[in-house]
């Protein structure tokens, strides 16, 4: 079963900063997930809210900022938001990285930015995962290539997306750890689709995960879950 970071290593740095994803890949991850938003300057940034407040000293929206001015914000340990860019130049294929399309219109810059950084560097397409919960922006990553694997994330059960990742075409589907059973994993194998499950901390939770032959979990701890 593979181990992911959650946005790096969640529960023992800020989530989503350069530093809490340096922990999860000091910790040997199999993966990090993390989330994108597109700024008001067209640039992709590393967060998960389209607000500010819950994880920086900034306010409003991260859509109605600049890069330059989004510069200005720190987390309580007084980090940055980080590009995705900067990410994808700080774990440079040492794993796998899962891409949670958060905002409006990341779908198309975040494929134009990993063609770039697979032509220049050591990431291949098989490094990324392209998933979202608007899943209207796989469907437009679907359009234009069949390079990436896309991953469909639901709030539900597997039964519930089974439709929309035969549309698509989906390499796996994210549902979360209190909706799972072995028959959702059971029957999301045998249609074709690896099982990554969200947010899964409890040692006993990782237990039954690894039981049903989930693929990979999200953690917030993989210190902990490794």
């Given amino acids: 079963m593979k181990i992911y970071g959650h946005r790096g290593a969640a529960g023992l740095v800020a989530e989503n900063t350069l530093e809490s994803i340096t922990k999860a890949l000091e910790f040997g991850v199999d993966g990090i997930e993390i989330d994108v938003h597109r700024c008001k300057s067209g640039e992709l940034v590393v967060v998960h809210d389209k607000t500010l407040e819950r994880t920086t000293n900034g306010k409003g929206k991260v859509s109605e900022y600049t890069l330059q001015e989004l510069k200005r914000f720190r987390t309580p340990e007084g980090y940055m938001i980080p590009l995705l860019d900067q990410v994808l130049d ?4 040492k794993c796998t990285l ?34 979202s919960f608007d899943h209207s922006q796989l469907f437009q990553i ?29 390499f796996s589907i994210h549902p979360p750890i209190t909706t799972l059973t072995k028959d959702e994993v059971d029957l999301a194998n045998t249609q074709g689709y690896q099982v990554y499950v969200w947010t899964v901390n409890d040692k006993t939770l990782i237990d039954q995960s690894k039981s049903w032959n989930v693929e990979g979990i999200i953690t917030d701890f993989p210190n902990f879950a490794k």
């Fill in 90 to 93: 700080l774990i440079e294929a």
């Fill in 98 to 131: 899962n891409i949670e399309l958060k905002g409006i219109g990341t779908a198309l810059p975040t494929v134009e930015l990993l063609e770039k950084h697979i032509k220049k560097s050591r990431w291949n397409y098989d490094d990324f995962i392209l998933s």
């Fill in 142 to 170: 679907k359009a234009v290539t069949s390079n990436f694997k896309l991953g469909v994330l639901t709030e539900e059960n597997v039964t519930h997306v089974l439709p929309v990742a035969k549309e698509l075409e989906a």
